[in-house]
């Protein structure tokens, strides 16, 4: 090489490092990923105690990855390039069948706490059938994608350890007071009942759910065809796509209106001030997290009365797989309260002993029900 | 702080870069020093004097000796020489292997003796291994002792080969240290070796790094061989593309700043043999213990049971070196049994065959000594081996053909990447354009941009972490 292209080579190499050196030393930070749902780091302080301990090091590293500039499109590369190199699954995410993105959720089934949240529940469903009746209470561990379109995974892919777990969770709640429902979104597999790229299932799928329940417990629901469907948007991109970045077909998010309309009126964590008469928040479909245009995301209380006049009262104990099935039973329950034990602190014992419902419906995914720390509060 | 983050490519790097040209020839030295103490104080503080303490007296005993040695008064220079040794061996004794044998002292009285909990300090192995070369060298006459405690200190703390190697010994750099010319034609060179071991850490190393995680996590007695071997084989290139990636890294930066140090890998996974392989793996450390164990104890020239005797004692020795647990000593001593065997019986037999052969015996026994390596527990590492064998009862599932098929196109990549084959097909690429040329020169930058991107990007999603329940 001549001394020209020596320096041709060193000057392209340092154009590198002190370019993107610069780039991340002028971007302004960012408090908040919309994409990844989560605050971003910040700046650490400087102080002699957190640099001796070595956790100013840790915190600093933290802080650059955080807020490395076009964060988000660096991760669609990775995704690009692993595709290529014909990688069927990226950050354990299936590229599945018709542009679905499946979450593997490896390990979740496998752990102390995904155990020991199915004898807390067999415990808490047992004390409440006794107490309110064998019809009138009911778990529900809906599955996830991963299971129920295993059909769609890549060839040769092994599904998780799900089915395993939701069959633990059958034989540890034999007195039919669970209800699977493998065996009915399964027969709707080829339609579309789970976002592509979301973990939770679809307004549809819901209602699939809604129904079994119904007729498991025998109460009598506003028909199917007694509501109309309606798009709420065709541009959400999930969770699951954030994990990848890859470009997928956007979801649909639709609500099913009664076309006779039942009124409401809803609470949230005892504020009666703030009462609303809408279970859709229309602001979250201009941003990311457009899920939660459903009750506005979790709450740990939320408390409905509607005028649907069955003399029925509902608790359900959910994650936010139920925000989208509840929206069903405001026409066919009086009183609904939903109550998110993740955000919910106060004594669950004590709050049923002062209402007087008619049904409990445990409501959760089954990922994250083996995943929360929070069902042990099933037992304050 | 590791070379293969963003810290260091977009903080450390540009800023020791400049500092280091700008400064006058003479302010260099202090200057890598500087630095060097920062990049090993980034992750572990306290440590750093730890270092400092090593330097010190290293740096004096170097002195002593080497006065001693001139005034004839060599028990004495050898008493400074032992003090030396001592001294480091305590050192790496404590801190490295206190609660190793601890534990295996409660294991085998049955004593319930608390363990220390001292955390190990970050190459800890290298640069003790590197002070005492010097001390020992200075006492052979091999080197002079060098007269300035900061360019001992920069040899010792020299930021690319701390923390992961290769092991400099002293005499190799103790000229460079006093003058070294630092030229675009060694920067260029210096480039490409960082890149490449950019590359190999973060593009190849860590991405079948995935592979073998998903099956040690597996259970390791049941796995049907064919996925057993594939693990295997993934650990085996992860193994070698990190750790050569590593020395390739550290040999580049080197350049950068104009220290040559030797080449640390020589394609081993090529070896015709396991005497082969050892010659092509992590030389440095072969060749420390060789020079300052083997030979000393009499090599192989007292006669065969000797010969042994010192094989043996190097091998346990190398073995305990990587790690203070039981199966790093088993993964020393099978190496020892190997190179004996082959020394004294197979070596004849196996220079007959046909040299694929040859290649697939090393390999093979390399991977299971891999596997021996990768398991801090034996019976678990045993269980995983016995799979490899049959003893899982199975010959391959749909996980098996899953994660062939998932990482078919990386592993063809990795097995062209542990020959000589791409660096023969640049050469000859390079011949044909004409190195002097702007195509080639082109070229170069596409693949270290190339290399640059994908690096970042995967750096970048390795710190990725979308939050999925999330409330406020």
């Known amino acids: ?380 | 702080m590791v070379f293969s983050s963003l810290l260091f490519l977009f903080r450390f790097l540009p800023i020791v870069l400049i500092l280091y040209y700008v400064a006058p020839v003479k302010a260099r030295n202090i200057i890598l020093f500087l630095f060097s103490l920062f990049f090993y104080a980034w992750g572990e503080p306290k440590y750093v004097f730890l270092m400092l303490c090593s330097i010190t007296f290293d740096y004096f005993a170097g002195k002593k000796i080497e006065k001693n040695n001139l005034a004839g008064e060599k028990k004495r220079a050898g008493r400074w020489l032992a003090a030396s040794v001592i001294y480091n061996l305590s050192v790496l004794g404590f801190f490295k292997y206190a609660d190793f044998l601890i534990g295996s002292v409660n294991a085998v009285l049955g004593t319930s003796i608390p363990l220390t909990g001292i955390p190990l300090p970050i190459g800890i192995s290298f640069f003790t291994f590197q002070t005492m070369s010097y001390t020992i060298d200075v006492y052979r006459g091999a080197t002079r002792a060098q007269g300035s405690w900061l360019k001992y200190g920069t040899y010792v703390s020299m930021f690319p080969q701390l923390i992961a190697g290769p092991i400099v010994q002293y005499k190799t750099i103790a000229r460079q240290l006093e003058e070294r010319k630092e030229t675009a034609e060694d920067f260029v060179v210096g480039i490409n070796r960082f890149m490449i071991g950019v590359g190999k850490k973060v593009l190849l190393a860590n991405n079948i790094g995935v592979l073998w995680d998903t099956v040690s996590s597996m259970p390791a007695a049941g796995l049907p061989a064919a996925t057993a071997w594939l693990g295997a084989a993934a650990y085996t290139f992860q193994i070698y593309f990190d750790f050569s990636g590593y020395s390739d890294m550290a040999i580049g930066l080197g350049k950068m700043f104009g220290f040559h140090f030797l080449e640390n890998f020589n394609y081993p996974y090529t070896a015709g043999s396991i005497t082969q392989f050892w010659r092509k793996w992590h030389i440095s450390l072969s060749s420390w213990f060789r020079e300052y164990v083997y030979i000393p104890l009499g090599g192989n020239r007292r006669g065969i049971l000797k010969q042994v005797r010192n094989i043996a004692v190097v091998w346990m020795l190398t073995g305990i070196w990587h790690g203070a647990s039981w199966n790093f000593v088993l993964w020393g001593v099978y190496y020892g049994v190997l190179l004996i065997l082959e020394k004294f019986v197979l070596q004849k037999y196996l220079k007959k065959m046909p040299s694929a052969v040859q290649v697939l015996y090393t390999l093979i026994l390399v991977m299971i000594g891999w596997m021996l390596f990768a398991f801090d527990r034996v019976g678990t590492g045993m269980g995983y081996i016995g799979s490899m064998f049959g003893a899982g009862g199975t010959f391959a599932d749909s996980t098996t053909v899953y994660l062939l098929y998932n990482y078919a196109a990386l592993l063809v990549i990795l097995i062209l990447g542990v020959t000589e084959i791409p660096k023969r097909a640049v050469q000859r690429l390079l011949k044909k354009t004409g190195e002097d040329s702007w195509a080639c020169t082109a070229a170069r930058c596409i693949f270290y941009g190339g290399v640059f991107l994908l690096s970042v990007a995967y750096l970048v999603d390795a710190s990725y972490n979308p939050f999925l329940y999330f409330r406020f």
């Open chain 1, 1 to 380: 090489m001549k001394k020209k292209q020596q320096w041709t080579v060193i000057g392209f190499f340092l154009l590198m490092i002190f370019g993107f050196t610069a780039a991340g030393l002028l971007k302004p930070d960012t408090d908040f990923s919309e994409k990844e749902n989560r605050v971003l780091a910040k700046m650490p302080d400087i102080n002699i105690e957190d640099i001796l301990s070595g956790d100013f090091s840790a915190d600093y590293e933290t802080y650059l990855t955080d807020q490395f500039f076009l964060r988000d499109s660096w991760i669609g590369v990775k995704t690009g390039i692993e595709r290529l190199m014909g990688k069927q699954e990226i950050n354990d995410i299936y590229f599945a069948k018709d542009g679905y993105l499946i979450e593997k959720h490896t390990g979740d089934f496998e752990t102390e706490t995904a155990r020991r949240n199915i004898e807390a529940l067999a415990a808490f469903i047992k004390e409440q059938s006794e107490k309110y009746g064998k019809d009138h209470v009911r778990a529900v561990i809906a599955p996830n994608a991963v299971s129920v379109l295993s059909d769609r995974l890549p060839p040769f892919a092994v599904s998780s350890q799900e089915d395993a777990y939701l069959d633990a969770l059958a034989d540890a709640l034999a007195d039919e007071s669970f209800l699977d429902l493998r065996e009915i979104l399964g027969e709707h597999r080829e339609e579309y009942i789970y976002y592509r790229t979301d973990h939770h299932w679809t307004t549809l799928g819901a209602r699939y759910a809604y129904d079994a329940w119904a007729e498991d417990t025998q109460t009598d629901v506003l028909g199917a065809q007694e509501y109309e469907r309606e798009i709420l948007t065709e541009a959400f991109y999930g969770t699951v796509e954030a994990k990848v970045s890859a470009p997928v077909q956007a979801d649909v998010i639709e609500r099913w209106v009664p076309k006779k309309k039942t009124a409401y009126t809803l609470s949230f964590n005892h504020k009666a001030e703030e009462t609303k008469d809408n279970l859709y928040d229309g602001s979250y479909l201009d941003t990311r997290d457009k899920y939660a245009v459903f009750f506005g995301g979790n709450q740990g209380l939320t408390e409905i009365k509607t005028d649907a006049g069955t003399g029925r009262r509902l608790l359900v104990i959910k994650d936010s797989y139920a925000n989208c099935f509840v929206p069903f039973a405001v026409q066919d329950f009086d009183e609904i309260s939903m109550i998110d034990l993740r955000y919910y602190n106060e004594s669950l014992k004590e709050y049923m002993d002062n209402s007087h419902f008619s049904d409990i419906l445990f409501l959760y995914n089954a990922s994250g029900f083996a995943q929360d720390n929070a069902v042990v509060k099933l037992g304050n």
